[in-house]
């Protein structure tokens, strides 16, 4: 068995051991910090990196309020070398359904603003959206957090396939830490 496989089988263990006495932290006054990614290098268009990281705090049980940074790059998108890059400001708002398990659903809504730059195209616009996720609880503060977002615009903010859209669906994949 190589190193990779033995790595991993001890990680999984110790994720489980920590879970089985998880208790999440979901009650007003704790604080959340979230660093979410998906990156793609493998996709046709170019290498892809979305990096968020945010800042919350649950302002009443199960109810999360957060500001993120969200910032995006996509490389070798067009001839030239020009690059796509994009920043963007949320705030967002998530109910946490907590059924008891160590595992914890939750739906949202975001509101934004974002900045993209690809060549000579310069656009700024008001962004908003759904989003649910799923967060699995390693200990009482420590999560997997996966997250689905569909975001509209009024502006053309988005790149997709070397068109830019008022529209995209984003997965994205992280850690959250309450405190």
Do not use: C
């Amino acid at each position: 068995m190589n190193k990779a496989a033995i790595s991993l089988v001890a990680m999984i263990t110790l994720f489980s051991a920590t879970a089985v006495h998880a208790d999440p932290l979901l009650q007003k006054g704790t604080r959340d910090l979230s660093v979410l990614g998906s990156p793609d290098f493998t996709a046709p268009t170019g290498d892809t990196l979305n990096f968020d990281i945010g800042f919350g705090l649950f302002v009443r049980d199960n109810i999360n309020l957060r500001a993120t940074l969200s910032h995006a790059v996509q490389e070798d998108i067009a001839p030239g070398g020009t690059d796509y890059r994009a920043t963007g400001y949320n705030l967002v708002a998530e109910y946490h359904f907590d059924l008891g398990w160590k595992t914890v659903p939750y739906l949202g809504a975001d509101l934004g603003w974002r900045r993209l730059k690809f060549g000579s195209l310069r656009e700024d616009g008001f962004t908003y959206g759904p989003r649910f996720g799923i967060k699995y609880f390693l200990s009482d503060s420590l999560a997997i957090d996966a997250a689905l977002s569909y975001k509209f615009s009024g502006s053309d903010v988005f790149i997709s396939d070397f068109e830019s859209e008022d529209h995209k669906i984003s997965f994205g994949f992280g850690l959250r830490f309450m405190f």
